[in-house]
């Protein structure tokens, strides 16, 4: 395996002892500018970015990457921008077309409109690609298709990728059906479980470490790592991820109901709570109720414009597994006129036996049974590519 680790001064045993009690400053990769700055010096390259590709500077506020790298000199070619663009206000799974930034009139390549892999001719005359963009750990969420693709396209020009690590804010726990391979889509290309409880770096070895792309041809890989954190660490993230994820619980509570998408359940897309909520016009009337209405991130939210009941789940604890009692509460209250589940239910699952257990009423103790054989496999290859414990 091709990898590269770019790692941070190791501290003795003594050191640590003494710091213990000190809460330091987590640093993602982009903000350690002197390790991959010289990596970058006198290389044409591309940069793989959203507007979560933030770097603090002096004063505590946020310098886009972009313009961190131009003010120090580094050649910037072109931006490839994943789903929900650049900007990050597309819809989710909305075509994106390639365009250019105003600011720096640099050109700005979709990776979530004609094609989702870089072409050979778009990769032409690069020495690098650096990918930094902020990931929330769940499957289905396509960042890490992206960077598959990244890998993948690179890996076959013969250029090296540099990611930029950042925490994974759900990556306290490793939970969920692991996906069937017949079942592999852009919502979810490997063999893991819908929470994988790696960090975006953690998981770019894994992609090259298992042979996961295509023709089982290799990336050569770096990550620059974190400092300061654990897979257990508590991130607030700084900037909204994509349009519907607006702040930590809507991210925490993300994996459970990020299963609504493949129902007629609204899950909050059409408010400014989403994900935190759910409801339909059809369930029984409640003291909690919403309307979904066009907003930016959702132009055609489900029931829009209805009248929905439902649960606000706004206070809920932190949640450190897959919380199925909401799908299976949702799918109790579905009249049988309605249908429930829709084609991309088992997109989302990853696997057809989630919703034939739901339909078959299987107990919740029953159904997480049946993840645990895949679970402790999955783990086991995990292992083999951690960076942080």
């Known amino acids: 395996m091709s990898l590269h680790l770019v790692s941070c001064a190791q ?7 003494q710091t213990k009690k000190i809460v330091k400053t987590i640093k993602t990769g982009a903000d350690q500018t002197q390790l991959y700055i010289p990596l970058l010096k006198n290389k044409n390259i591309a940069v793989v970015a959203n507007q979560t590709s933030v770097i603090k500077n002096k004063s505590g506020n946020y310098t886009h990457i972009i313009d961190s790298l131009l003010s120090r000199n580094v050649k910037i070619k072109k931006v490839f921008s994943p789903e929900h663009g650049f900007r990050g206000k597309e819809d989710a799974g909305a075509h994106v077309n390639d365009g250019v930034d105003s600011k720096t009139q640099l050109p700005i390549l979709s990776l979530h409109g004609k094609s989702k892999k870089p072409s050979q001719e778009q990769l032409k005359g690069l020495d690098l690609v650096v990918f930094d ?83 089982k041809v290799n990336c050569n890989l770096t990550v620059i790592p974190l400092e300061n ?21 809507s991210i925490n509570l993300y994996p459970s109901l990020g299963f609504f998408e493949g129902t007629t359940i609204n899950a909050g897309r059409g408010t400014d709570i989403q994900f935190q909520i759910y409801g339909a016009p059809f369930f029984e009337e409640s003291e909690f109720s919403y309307t979904p209405k066009p907003n930016e991130g959702a132009k055609y939210p489900k029931h829009k414009n209805e009248l ?45 036996k989630l919703q034939q257990q739901i339909e078959n009423q ?28």
């Open 229 to 249: 954190y654990t897979h257990n660490s508590q991130y607030s993230l700084a900037i909204k991820p994509s349009p519907n994820l607006p702040n930590d619980k």
């Open 308 to 352: 929905c009941y439902g649960k606000d789940l706004r206070k809920t604890k932190r949640l450190d597994s897959i919380n199925l009692e909401w799908l299976i509460d949702a799918y109790n209250q579905t009249p049988k006129t309605e249908r429930f589940f829709g084609k991309t239910f088992t997109i989302h699952a990853g696997t057809k």
């Open 11 to 17: 501290k003795t045993k003594k050191e640590v002892s």
């Open 133 to 215: 963009i902020q990931d929330v750990g769940a499957r289905f969420y396509t960042y890490i298709s992206t960077l598959h693709y990244i890998m993948e396209a690179c890996a076959e020009a013969n250029i090296p990728v540099i990611v930029l690590d950042r925490p994974n804010p759900n990556a306290h726990y490793i939970d969920g059906p692991v996906l069937e391979p017949k079942h592999r889509s852009f919502l979810g290309m490997h063999p893991v479980p819908v929470v994988y409880g790696m960090t975006i770096g953690e998981y770019g070895q894994m992609i090259n470490g298992e042979k996961w792309l295509k023709d």
């Open 362 to 389: 299987t107990s919740i103790s029953d159904i997480r049974k049946s993840w645990e054989n895949d679970l402790t496999e999955f783990k086991k290859v995990r292992k083999k590519y951690l960076i942080y414990q």
